[in-house]
């Protein structure tokens, strides 16, 4: 009656018509539609949504993780490799102070080698020196007794005396 009363009151005063009851029925019907779109639509769009949130936090957590494993990553290559630059040099500085120390040794052993060498020679030079002495003596020696011998043989004159030594001395010259 309430409805019936409105309906007429509102035709009375301006023709306009409005009828509660499909409001009252188009309310119901935006309720349920509602209701079926949060229970049908709503609902899983929501989980969805909740979805990509917790993949998308995770994706962040991951990149964030893999940022400081590289950074540690990083930290520790720069280390090796910073060690890797002592070491090398370590190993060039020991290097050059083996060669250093091999140079030392090798020539220590030249001079040793070298004085040896020359002890060597000077002894090999004293040696023919002392032979070369004694063939000297033995050629004047036997020259000594040659003319000995030849002045005995006969009496001489200072000019046959020179020109018996001149031959002498050519003997000796030829016999070498």
């Known amino acids: 009656m309430l409805t019936s009363n409105f309906v007429l009151a509102t035709a009375a005063e301006g023709g306009s018509h409005i009828n509660l009851g499909d409001i009252f029925f188009q309310l119901l019907m935006f309720i349920i539609l509602l209701a079926l779109l949060k229970k ?3 609902g899983p769009l929501m989980g969805i949504m909740k979805e990509r949130e917790a993949h998308i936090v995770n994706e962040i957590n991951a990149a964030e993780n893999s940022r400081l494993e590289a950074k540690k990553l990083l930290e520790e290559q720069r280390s090796l490799l910073k060690e890797a630059r002592t ?5 060039m500085e020991n290097a050059r102070k083996q060669g250093d120390i091999q140079r030392e040794e090798i ?3 030249a001079r040793t080698e070298a004085e040896r060498i020359k002890e060597a020679a000077k002894l090999e030079i004293e040696q023919q020196k002392e032979k070369a002495v004694a063939a000297i003596r033995e050629q004047v020696a036997s020259l000594s007794v040659l003319i000995a011998s030849k002045v005995i043989e006969k009496e001489l004159t200072a000019a046959d005396q020179e ?3 001149s031959e002498y001395i050519k003997e000796a010259g030829e016999e070498r």
Do not use: D, G, R, S
């Open 87 to 91: 070491e090398a040099q370590n190993l």
């Open 40 to 42: 049908f639509a709503w």
């Open 107 to 109: 020539v220590v052993a």
């Open 163 to 165: 020109q018996l030594i």
